[in-house]
């Protein structure tokens, strides 16, 4: 959540401060991942940028329910709160139907072949044999 859109935020340094913090762990992020989408699966420097971008995701989605979302939390008056929540939820993205290339990549990664090339298609006919 970018804390820093928010108009409550300027009301409270410590969200300032979150904020900031925030927004790099947000380029760093994109940048991992732009890194991890020119990377190529079958090499080895394609495990460590997706390990380093998972890590970096997984860190900052840690720190955000550890310390705005509580600040937010009480600083914002309740009907705000459920206005922001509303908001977004209707802003998130649909969950994919049916299992997403990357749990496909997971289940293959085991046993099958040249699975680090296929498309998702082709992954899940391979898996379904």
């Known amino acids: 959540m970018d804390v820093g859109s928010l108009p409550i935020c300027g009301e409270d340094d410590r969200l300032e401060d979150m904020t900031d913090r925030g927004t790099e762990e947000h380029h760093e992020a994109e940048h991992l991942l732009a890194t991890l989408m020119a990377a190529d699966p079958g090499k080895g420097d394609f495990t460590t940028v997706l390990e380093r971008f998972e890590k970096a995701v997984k860190h900052h989605v840690d720190e955000e329910e550890s310390d705005p979302l509580p600040v937010l939390g009480k600083a914002i008056p ?7 929540g509303r908001v977004f939820s209707q802003a998130k993205p649909p969950k994919p139907k049916g299992r997403t290339k990357e749990e496909l990549v997971e289940q293959a ?15 899940a006919a391979a898996l379904a044999d």
């Open 78 to 84: 309740p009907d705000k709160l459920m206005k922001m």
């Open 109 to 123: 990664r085991e046993n099958i072949e040249g699975y680090s090339s296929m498309t998702k298609d082709e992954l």
